[in-house]
């Protein structure tokens, strides 16, 4: 039974075109994660949300928009997709207490062409 | 603010060789740490975690002192197998609740036979 599963794994689309990714935690986590991971693997925080609520937003373009309908799920929009959007994003779930680890999904490869 | 820095790789190591990844970080009050690997194609696994100083953690022959006189998170093995291969990343929380978790750029391990 997945802890943090993502959906797509792969996404393949034109520029210009709006895409979501998807997210759920089934480990009863009060804190969710979306990250980008560049083509180095150097792995950059985007958004948190705590309780559905958001509480980083590390100087994200408004292109990107994410929503948690509830505790478990937290959903990535992205409008008006360009080239340099290309990359892995993970989801990720923890405790909001730092001293626990994070749990990641399994990332969804995105590739703008 | 909080950073995480380790050192450039790829490393390339024969079979049964010793291994040290250098991570060092900067944090206000006493972080977390933690080192996470990902294997080609996966998302990020914990591979072992201390919470404060002088913490050693350690998990499949890997271990790493947490070092507070040194600000460092060093991880090592005795003698690495092929199949530790992957990229290894090492990262920090802020024990107050940031609601973020801080990556090195991560450091590519291959093993030869």
């Known amino acids: 039974d997945t802890a943090v599963s993502q959906t797509p794994k792969y996404l393949v689309t034109q520029m210009g075109n709006d895409k979501s990714i998807k997210c759920e935690q089934n480990?009863?986590?009060?804190?969710m994660y979306w990250y980008k991971q560049d083509s180095k693997k150097f792995l950059k925080i985007m958004f948190s949300?705590?309780?559905?609520?958001?509480?980083i937003n590390e100087t994200v373009p408004n292109r990107f928009s994410p929503k948690s309908p509830d505790k478990a799920h937290l959903n990535l929009h992205i409008n008006s997709l360009e080239l340099g959007d290309s990359a892995v994003y993970f989801c990720?779930?923890?405790?909001?207490?730092?001293?626990?680890?994070?749990?990641f999904g399994q990332g969804t490869r995105l590739t703008v062409v | 603010g909080n950073s995480v820095t380790q050192m450039e790789g790829p490393v390339t190591l024969s079979e049964e060789a010793f291994l040290t990844i250098n991570c060092t970080y900067t944090?206000?009050?006493?972080?977390?740490l933690f080192w996470y690997v990902q294997y080609p194609g996966e998302g990020l696994q914990l591979l072992l975690k201390?919470?404060?100083?002088?913490d050693k953690g350690s998990n499949k022959g890997f271990e790493a002192t947490y070092r507070k006189e040194t600000t460092s998170f060093h991880l090592e093995k005795g003698s690495v197998q092929v199949s530790d291969s992957a990229v290894y990343l090492c990262?920090?929380?802020?024990?107050?609740?940031?609601?973020?978790?801080?990556f090195g750029t991560g450091t590519r391990l291959k093993v030869l036979a």
């Open positions: 949300y705590n309780n559905k609520e958001l509480i």
């Open positions: 480990l009863g986590h009060d804190t």
């Open positions: 990262a920090l929380s802020d024990p107050g609740g940031t609601y973020k978790y801080i």
């Open positions: 944090a206000t009050g006493y972080p977390s």
């Open positions: 990720a779930s923890s405790q909001p207490q730092g001293n626990t680890e994070a749990f």
């Open positions: 201390a919470t404060k100083a002088d």
